[in-house]
């Protein structure tokens, strides 16, 4: 007779981490308005990437990497989610 552990153990994968597309040509397009502060704190961690990390960055793909992240931690985590806890009003 199988166990508890065994019975109730997860019968798929856990979904692997949603990587962004990167630099190549995107068909489809968003407007997204943020304020003047969110658009200096953006433009001020692309240039600490570039030069303390030697990461050269634009903007979209910042925006494509911070969406696949917080899309990935949503499957991972669902309700335990940075996304979902943040939406809520927590810390």
Do not use: C, W
Not at 6 to 13: G, K, L, S, V
Not at 49 to 78: K, Q, Y
Request: charged share 30%; net charge positive.
């Amino acid at each position: 007779m199988p166990g508890a552990d065994e019975i109730f153990r997860p019968t798929t994968a856990a979904p692997p981490p949603r990587r962004p597309t990167g630099r190549q040509r995107h068909d489809s397009k968003i407007t997204v308005y943020i304020s003047s502060d969110e658009l200096l704190a953006l433009e001020q961690l692309r240039l600490k990437l570039r030069g303390e990390h030697g990461v050269p960055v634009d903007r979209g793909r910042l925006v494509r990497e911070a969406v696949a992240a917080m899309i990935s931690d949503f499957d991972a985590r669902g309700e335990q989610s940075t996304l979902v806890r943040r939406l809520n009003g927590e810390p």
